[in-house]
């Protein structure tokens, strides 16, 4: 790997495109070309997980109206397929649609470090844009390998959250890059779109605060959406804000640490293969990636503490992150509310924690439901919840070395009578670390899991297969990665959405 030192510089400087750092994401991007074996394999389980997700959140509000918005932009020729739907649309509509589909769940994969991602939320784009141009499965695993080479590069080197902007801003920089990879684009028109995309989705993280809305599924297809469109004025010989990263008003000077940012990336050398899949985790539970090891320690702890009413209290020593995103750190009095958002249950390890003690389990819609958030009983322990900072927990987020990274924490449960009962689990069961690593096979069985009652078991087949197969699939058959669903039910539940401009 090669270090690359991101600085601001004045525009008398005159910093060389070479020296610029979107220019050297852009470089990596082009310079995809053959694919480890392993993270082609990885890459392949993402987009059967994508598709998991997505099937399984087809008739939730926020994706029936991006659908809605897409199929109002349909194209006579060629296009992209839609998640739940026959119509053919333009490509960043489809990127629109099937990114909020994939995120509505908030359960697909992750990647943590100096900020924190989904790098997931790059495959709708680019496998919009590879249906759209009549790329092959070959093209859309380079595109999507090479996106999360530059998402992981970029959440290693330069933290977001510190500065309160949304992680959104190094997704729409890697599937511009993702699409350059996939289309062989020249470096400088990655480079322009990379700047472009950066420029327009650059915005607060508020979207993830107090009552968190229905944005947020939203959020990284607007980028995936504004990537597509960046790339395609880029190819048009149009440029854009530049050095977008270094200038003296860009994106370290005014939205980072300032004029005196200095920031290192690390980025894979000409030839190296690009391996930052395999850094990435995914989801076995339907929650923040930092809730995944606080529902297993919680299932863990269930047969340990007895009668839930005995409970006085229970203290999560965890990570600074966990504790002030999720946790009672954050100060968000609506993560305690039973009235709450199920976005801001999502982001509420005090509540999750609290359904996981009592159910044993954690499921997708039922753990969210309002009756089961305003359950008295819930409620009660729910409140007897708090999070605090651990400095050990925090340096074991952020450690350098995979293997003894880790984003759990240690559970301690005061009973009335005044005795302690503590655990702690440092890796989600599911992690690579875990008791449980996901494979091939816990991804198929994820996916038939979700998509139950929603695909056929003969499309289920017929959609795994072409996963499998994913290397192999020509031009014309990467509409088989969108699996068969009851496209009239779905168009029938759409049907009584309320009406928009398009």
């Not at 340990?304 to 954050?330: C, D, F, M, Q, Y």
């Amino acid at each position: 790997m090669i270090e690359h030192h991101v600085r601001v510089h004045p525009s008398a400087d005159r910093l060389p495109r070479e020296d610029q750092l979107a220019w050297k994401l852009a470089a990596v991007a082009t310079g995809t070309e053959e694919l480890d074996a392993d993270s082609t394999a990885m890459a392949v389980n993402r987009v059967i997980d994508n598709a998991s997700v997505a099937v399984a959140s087809l008739l939730r509000r926020p994706v029936a109206v991006a659908r809605a918005q897409a199929t109002a932009h349909r194209t006579a020729t060629a296009g992209a397929s839609v998640f739940g739907t026959p119509a053919r649309v333009s490509p960043e509509w489809a990127a629109w649609a099937n990114g909020t589909a994939v995120r509505e769940l908030d359960f697909h994969d992750t990647y943590l470090a100096a900020d924190y991602s989904h790098p997931g939320d790059n495959i709708p784009p680019v496998l919009a844009v590879a249906q759209h141009t009549g790329r092959t499965g070959a093209d859309l695993l380079r595109g999507v390998i090479a996106a999360y080479e530059v998402h992981v590069a970029l959440v290693k080197g330069i933290c977001l959250h510190e500065h309160r902007i949304d992680h959104v801003a190094h997704l729409s920089a890697a599937t511009a890059c993702g699409l350059g990879a996939l289309l062989r684009l020249p470096t400088e028109t990655v480079y322009q779109a990379i700047q472009q995309a950066v420029h327009t989705t650059t915005a607060t993280r508020q979207s993830r605060k107090g009552e968190i809305s229905s944005w947020k599924a939203y959020a990284p297809a607007f980028a995936g959406k504004a990537a597509i469109e960046a790339v395609d004025r880029a190819m048009r010989g149009e440029t854009s804000p530049s050095p977008i990263y270094e200038g003296e008003d860009g994106f370290l000077a005014w939205m980072l640490n300032g004029p005196e940012s200095d920031y290192t990336v690390l980025l894979p050398e000409p030839g190296e293969p690009r391996r930052a899949i395999l850094d990435t985790y995914t989801k076995e539970h339907s929650a923040e990636y930092q809730a995944q090891a606080i529902i297993d320690l919680a299932r863990r702890l269930r047969d340990k503490t007895g009668p839930l009413e005995n409970v006085r209290s229970v203290v999560l020593h965890t990570s600074h992150h966990t504790h002030h995103v999720i946790g009672s750190g954050a100060n968000d009095p609506q993560k305690y509310e039973p009235t709450a958002s199920r976005e801001t249950l999502d982001h509420s390890v005090p509540y999750i924690f609290a359904v996981a003690l009592e159910d044993g389990a954690w499921h997708h819609e039922r753990s969210y439901a309002p009756e089961r958030a305003r359950r008295p009983e819930t409620v009660e322990l729910w409140r007897k919840i708090t999070t605090v900072e651990d400095p050990v927990w925090t340096r074991r987020y952020h450690d350098p070395d995979p293997d003894r990274r880790a984003f759990g924490g240690r559970a301690v449960i005061t009973l009335h009578d005044g005795s302690v009962i503590e655990d702690e689990l440092a890796v989600a069961d599911a992690h690579p670390a875990g008791a449980r690593p996901f494979d091939r096979p816990a991804y198929a069985g994820k996916f038939r899991t979700l998509a139950e009652g929603i695909v056929t078991p003969a499309a289920q087949d017929a959609f795994l297969d072409a996963a499998e197969h994913l290397a192999d699939l020509a031009t014309d058959d990467l509409g088989r990665l969108f699996p068969g669903v009851d496209t009239e039910a779905v168009a029938a539940h759409d049907a009584s959405l309320p009406k928009g401009l398009f």
